[in-house]
């Protein structure tokens, strides 16, 4: 099977934002064994795109077009494709009722072109869009291509494609066979450390497959398997997933397509009934709203304190030194009453003679036996990732204590 990706969006065009959607839906065809032969970027022009549509039902089976389903007047994607099929827009009630209530709950008028958003082309299947309005379409032709519309925004497209497009492509073209994914998350390892500890695994993988990806802070890696049963294909997951942990197991924190670092904690001190503060430094509060965001019934964090920095009026109160640090955690268990907490201490900084900024900082855990396990992070620059970064090494250090 031949697919072609076509990006919609005269934005993308003129590079005002970067086009993350196609490399995204190219991954996913590979793993579901549909071959993507050719790639195409349109601005919201019904011609340019007719035309693209055209070339691109000459030589493919399956053309994904994503961008251009929206309310406004350059949204006419589904309106070009319908045409070009000679198929008129019907509306999918659910979205439509979607759509409606929350304009309602909002108290906002609901414009006429908002019901754009819940139309679909006569004949496919509309995919439900979890996280937006615009409705997906899938169209199925026994003479000529078959058609998938998917939502530009990112926020949209992706769980489209994860939860709705993939099992419906499989379902339609490959539905002889079982497609099992899973995916594992690391953290504390880049990709290219990851992928030469696992290097023979990768090369020489057939089904199960392997595919690595780098995102911010870390890595994750989707195992597939494509067998005749359910059975087989937990049973061959389970074994290279085995192997991998053997490797590379000391960085593995989790495993899911939209999980975290943050979720993974907080769910496992959940589990335990173990509440949780902290008190920091150089991140300035981060971890503790990062706690905050998860804890939806407030049984969680029992709350946190911002450290002064070393140059402040109150620079005595400064924390610095992993005694500093450990005396800081003990202190705001002590405090806040909580079973577990971190501390994470202000970075000692030099400045190298290149002028580049080194550092190190300090953090601590403390558990409900009043046992401390400390760390000492370093980093080579001062930026806002690295504020993040020192987050997430604080949720990995709280992680390998509950482990």
Do not use: C
Request: no cysteine; hydrophobic share 40%; glycine share 6%.
């Amino acid at each position: 099977m031949k697919a072609e990706l076509i990006a919609v969006g005269t934005e993308i065009l003129l590079g005002e934002i970067t086009d993350t959607n196609t490399p995204f839906i190219a991954r996913e065809l590979a793993n579901l064994g549909i071959d993507v032969y050719f790639q195409a970027t349109v601005g919201d022009n019904p011609e340019r795109l007719k035309t693209t549509i055209e070339i691109a039902s000459k030589r493919s089976d399956l053309i994904i077009l994503s961008g251009g389903l929206g309310p406004t007047e350059d949204d006419l994607t589904k309106q070009t494709v319908a045409k070009a099929l000679h198929r008129k827009l019907i509306t999918d009630s659910e979205s439509m009722t979607k759509i409606a209530r929350y304009f309602a709950e909002t108290k906002r008028t609901m414009t006429e072109n908002n019901r754009v958003q819940a139309m679909y082309i006569d004949g496919a299947i509309p995919i439900k869009n979890r996280t937006g309005f615009a409705v997906g379409i899938f169209v199925t032709q026994v003479n000529g291509p078959d058609f998938l519309l998917l939502p530009g925004p990112p926020s949209e497209l992706e769980p489209m494609v994860t939860e709705q497009v993939l099992p419906l492509l499989k379902n339609t073209y490959f539905s002889d066979h079982i497609l099992q994914s899973r995916v594992l998350r690391f953290f504390g390892i880049g990709e290219s450390q990851l992928t030469t500890q696992l290097a023979d695994l990768i090369q020489h993988q057939k089904n199960p497959t392997i595919a690595p990806y780098a995102k911010q802070n870390e890595v994750t890696l989707r195992l597939t398997a494509w067998v005749q049963t359910e059975k087989e294909a937990q049973s061959q997951l389970a074994d290279l997933d085995n192997q991998i942990q053997v490797r590379v197991g000391q960085y593995f924190y989790g495993y899911g397509e939209h999980n975290s670092l943050s979720h993974v904690v907080a769910d496992k001190l959940r589990a335990n009934k173990i509440t949780i503060s902290t008190s920091e430094g150089f991140t300035g509060g981060l971890l503790a709203a990062s706690f905050a965001n998860e804890d939806s019934d407030g049984k969680l964090l029992m709350g946190g304190q911002v450290v002064p920095v070393k140059n402040s009026s109150n620079s005595e109160a400064a924390i610095i030194s992993r005694n500093d640090t450990v005396r800081a955690v003990q202190k705001i268990k002590h405090q806040l009453k909580s079973d577990f907490s971190i501390a994470i201490a202000q970075p000692s900084i030099d400045v190298t003679g290149t002028g580049e900024h080194v550092g190190s900082v300090w953090m601590a855990v403390i558990d409900q036996e009043n046992v401390v396990t400390t760390e000492k992070i370093n980093f080579s620059t001062i930026r806002p990732f690295v504020k993040e970064r020192m987050v997430l090494n604080g949720l990995s250090l709280i992680n390998k204590v509950l482990k």
